[in-house]
């Protein structure tokens, strides 16, 4: 018990400090300083290349401590059987994971928020907490749906950005999605879209990417965090230097959020002599999961209809 | 029928007529006057915009016109007066078949009209003097190997049919992978359009349905080894024509195809040309190579329409969206006697 007590203590002070130098040290904005990118033939910045997010935030966009597993199942007392006194003081992997050992599980990591928590309307930090404890049955990233904006920028998996004249993609490699950035007007899109409206703009060297009509089957990460179809996003891709960019993206959802809040982080280029993207069809991985051989699951409910 | 239609119709008639006397795969330039390519910022030719196929002509030669590679003017001209009147018709809520289809009984899914969106151009098909998509071989037909014309009247009468006993049984369409990269260009109407676009060292083609997706390289690299669903495609420019060969298909002949001659094989071999002659117009032709589906190669010479600026593609959700999965397979426990009936 005391152990534990100076446990919580020290992680307590831990996080205050880390909090109080990481508020200190983050910039209002990124800036690249006394860095200019290099411009393609057209006069505009050059972000051509493949790019990924190198941290955990496709775990949890807020800070946390390495655990076992996502999805966890609580200790058992093993207090009836002799010699067995003692609980393990972590929770365990969840029976359908378990087999995984290692292998499934979760690094720890600082936060990507500025500031450091989002500001969730009490509701929906419960339905959060609902969201991580069922996360094996409604974490859209497990259906191999399309991850929205702006999951898809920080999963384990590289981007590439290929500008066009008049437009710019931004292809992924999971799900094998692609977006396109409107660089002139387009009007509006017809319909709330998986991975949203997008139109772009360049504000000297970053390139801002203001994304509307999301639909609210999306998540953050594989926490949770969630939102509701009146999610906005504005992105900022700032080149840093001729290997990383700096992601920005502020996330306004009056349903679910006091305020709005942002994520930052750096991304990396893929250095790798003729790196491609590769397909992902995850569909077939799948299938199985979610039809199973014979019998059918319910989408909504995610129970197998033997 | 429209000016531009004539004009492109008996353009095709003078390319139809060269293939059959040259024999050569690729289409003469399009006689245009005032029409000069215009080339990306860091000067390879421009085709980005979004294109697709909008003819009427069918990928293998009907056989009542066997042994005809191109249709007279009166033949065009009657052709593109009944492709406007089904546009028209289907525009006044009046046509309930199929495009292209004169009867239910040819729709291609029994007794499901409403099934016509998928085939539903929007606007009326072009009339083209082609008989054929495929110029080579010369009669106009794909030279299935005997094992691959039983695969396909299979997949022909499982078609809409089944059994749907598990995921596997539907094709890769209803699974919502892919329906192949042979057909990507044009496909026709339901997401068959494709948005070019174009950066230094990369040619990207974006095709609406499954929102398959190729990157593809034309900076000189070589092809890798990694086989894919949609192959490896490397390109490079010949004069003004963009090549592109995809090889390193994955092995996937095993599930069910809607058309097996898109299947992916690993021994799938493809090459195919783009070459923008006007503004609106790309002549586009494929070379499919297949032994395990094919006696030989085929070409189908395919001209390609650029859509007006400001035609988008949409997001294709189609695994997220995929209700008819489990609707089919719940059916099949039914019929199976699996499962009760929920009536």
């Known amino acids: 018990m005391r152990i534990g007590f100076r446990g919580v203590l020290a992680s307590a002070v831990a996080t205050a400090v880390f909090a109080a130098l990481w508020l200190n040290a983050a910039p209002v904005r990124a800036q690249a300083g006394d860095y200019t990118a290099p411009r393609t033939a057209d006069g505009r910045p050059d972000l051509n290349g493949i790019w990924q997010a190198l941290n955990t935030a496709h775990y949890d966009l807020e800070a946390h401590s390495a655990r076992p597993a996502l999805a966890l199942t609580a200790a058992l007392p093993r207090a009836e059987q002799p010699g067995l006194g003692r609980s393990t003081p972590v929770p365990m992997p969840a029976p359908e994971i378990r087999a995984l050992g290692a292998a499934g599980g979760v690094p720890g990591g600082e936060s990507v928020v500025v500031g450091g928590e989002i500001p969730y309307q009490p509701w929906a930090a419960a339905r959060r907490d609902e969201n991580a404890a069922r996360w094996l049955e409604r974490d859209p990233e497990i259906k191999c749906y399309m991850p929205g904006v702006p999951r898809a920028t920080y999963m384990p998996y590289p981007f590439q950005i290929l500008q066009g004249t008049n437009e710019i993609l931004i292809a992924y490699e999971f799900a094998d999605t692609t977006r396109t950035i409107f660089m002139s007007d387009v009007g509006d899109s017809p319909e709330p879209t998986w991975m949203g409206w997008s139109r772009g703009r360049w504000e000297e060297d970053t390139l801002v990417v203001e994304v509307t009509d999301l639909n609210d089957r999306t998540w953050f990460d594989r926490a949770g965090n969630f939102h509701s179809d009146a999610l906005r996003v504005v992105e900022r891709y700032t080149p840093m230097s001729p290997y990383h960019l700096m992601y920005e993206a502020t996330i306004e959802d009056a349903n679910v959020f006091t305020r709005p809040w942002t994520i930052r982080m750096p991304l990396y280029r893929r250095l790798e002599t003729d790196k491609r993207l590769f397909d992902y069809k995850c569909v077939e991985y799948v299938e199985q999961l979610m039809y199973g051989e014979l019998g059918v699951v319910d989408p909504e409910t995610g129970e197998q209809n033997d | ?343």
């Open chain 2, 1 to 343: 029928m429209s000016r531009r239609t004539q004009k492109l119709s008996r353009a095709v008639l003078v390319v139809a007529a060269a293939i059959i006397t040259s024999n050569t795969e690729r289409l003469p330039a399009q006689e245009v006057d005032d029409w000069t390519l215009s080339r990306t910022p860091w000067g390879d030719p421009d085709l980005q915009g979004v294109w697709r196929y909008e003819g009427a002509t069918p990928l293998e030669r009907p056989d009542d016109l066997a042994g005809r590679a191109t249709l007279t003017d009166e033949e065009i001209a009657e052709l593109a007066r009944i492709e406007a009147e089904r546009a028209a018709n289907r525009e006044a809520g009046l046509d309930g078949v199929a495009v292209g289809r004169s009867t239910l009984d040819e729709s291609p899914i029994r007794g499901n009209e409403y099934n016509i969106f998928w085939q539903d151009h929007g606007r009326a098909r072009q009339a083209y003097a082609q008989t054929s998509l495929i110029v080579d071989p010369l009669d106009g037909k794909l030279p299935y190997t005997d094992d691959a014309r039983i695969a396909a009247r299979r997949s022909d009468a499982r078609y809409g049919v089944g059994p749907y006993e598990s995921y596997l049984d539907p094709d890769t369409g209803e699974r919502c992978l892919t329906d192949g990269v042979t057909a990507i260009m044009w496909q026709g109407p339901n997401g068959g359009h494709n948005r070019i676009v174009q950066s230094p060292g990369f040619v990207t083609i974006l095709h609406e349905e499954y929102r398959d997706r190729r990157i593809i390289p034309v900076d000189g690299r070589e092809h890798g080894s990694i086989r894919q669903w949609l192959g490896e495609a490397v390109g490079h420019w010949e004069g003004d024509t963009l090549v592109v060969e995809t090889i390193n298909f994955l092995d996937r002949t095993n599930y069910e195809w809607a058309s097996i001659w898109t299947r992916a094989s690993e021994s799938l071999h493809i090459i195919e040309r783009f070459r923008r002659v006007s503004e609106t117009d790309m002549e586009y032709t494929i070379t499919v190579e297949d032994p395990k589906t094919f006696t030989r190669p085929w070409t189908a010479a395919v001209p390609i329409t650029r859509l007006p600026d400001g035609i988008q593609i949409y997001e294709y959700a189609c695994h997220e969206g995929n209700r008819a999965m489990p609707n089919l397979l719940s059916a099949g426990r039914v019929e199976a006697g699996l499962a009760p009936s929920a009536n």
